[in-house]
């Protein structure tokens, strides 16, 4: 065609206010809340987050209908041992583990397969702002998934006590904040090494399958390891354990052997591979979004 043909394709320039970075992150943090809880996607995606967070926390709502309906077996009840905050913690672990697993393969994964990563570099964020948004995104959900039976808990037994409410909260209030710090524990550990795995997965079920399965087999085998008395430094390999060792040193209690316990190390070593997993983690994941771009 010799001459010139302009198509109007109705293209309207943004008139609104530019929100800049701020606004980009906090976008990018939205979206990653509703990616973590499968809000505003297919019914199927909702499934596993919400059926997870209602497994956490039921036990410690039967266990605040139970005392309330006991009635006089609720101080008993209060100090069980299986519905102490430690002990709790050996249940909501385990489901925790299992969320940031499929959490943290659904915030990496797809946006780098489906090549969304080049419309994130068209914004105004860097390497560091994306993983930083979609950790906080991540840590928001499980921090609260980790907590909220706690002070469930927490609360449920002041209620049923028979200190009455406001002297049982004013006499266990390190309680909480206790209970917060184990569960941030606890979430740096596995959301470290769930996003190294998503960084280098193609699919989201097999990068759950993969943290899943090396986490849960670390236990066993490092156990293996130290028990025949010559590799206990194996101990530190123990992914899972790191976590509740620190937390039951945390909290005071002692409620079951941990492997790098067993293994001859305390806790504060237990405590550096939790932040040493941290650091090399950010670093192996944001080296590689860097060379994706």
Do not use: C
């Not at 570099?121 to 390497?127: C, K």
């Not at 590799?231 to 941990?258: C, E, N, S, T």
Request: proline share 4%; glycine share 10%; charged share 15%.
């Amino acid at each position: 065609m010799p001459e010139g043909v302009v198509f109007d394709l109705g293209y309207a320039p943004h008139e609104g206010e530019r929100l800049g970075r701020a606004g980009a992150l906090r976008a990018l943090y939205r979206d990653g809340l509703r990616k973590v809880l499968g809000l505003r996607r297919r019914a199927r995606s909702k499934v596993f987050p919400w059926m997870l967070l209602a497994t956490a926390v039921l036990p410690a709502l039967f266990f605040i209908a139970f005392g309330i309906l006991a009635g006089t077996l609720a101080e008993n009840l209060a100090e069980a041992t299986f519905f102490s905050h430690s002990r709790y913690f050996e249940m909501t672990g385990v489901i925790g583990l299992i969320f940031v697993a499929l959490a943290s393969s659904e915030l990496l994964v797809p946006d780098r397969v489906h090549g969304v990563m080049a419309v994130y570099a068209s914004r105004p964020l860097s390497t560091v702002d994306y993983l930083a948004g979609r950790a906080a995104s991540l840590g928001t959900v499980v921090f609260a998934f980790m907590e909220i039976p706690h002070l469930v808990l927490f609360f449920g037994r002041a209620w049923v006590g028979d200190d009455g409410f406001g002297s049982y909260v004013v006499d266990n209030v390190a309680v909480l904040w206790k209970t917060s710090l184990a569960s941030l524990l606890y979430f740096v550990m596995y959301a470290a090494l769930g996003f190294v795995v998503a960084a280098f997965a193609s699919r989201p079920a097999i990068a759950a399958g993969v943290l899943v399965g090396v986490v849960s087999i670390s236990g066993p085998a490092t156990e293996a390891l130290v028990s025949t008395g010559t590799f206990r430094v194996a101990g530190l390999l123990a992914l899972q354990h790191h976590p509740g060792y620190v937390k039951d040193w945390i909290m005071g209690d002692d409620v079951r052997r941990w492997i790098p316990e067993e293994a001859g190390f305390d806790p504060a070593a237990s405590l550096a591979i939790i932040v040493a997993v941290a650091v090399v983690s950010a670093a192996v994941v944001v080296r590689r979004y860097r060379r994706l771009q």
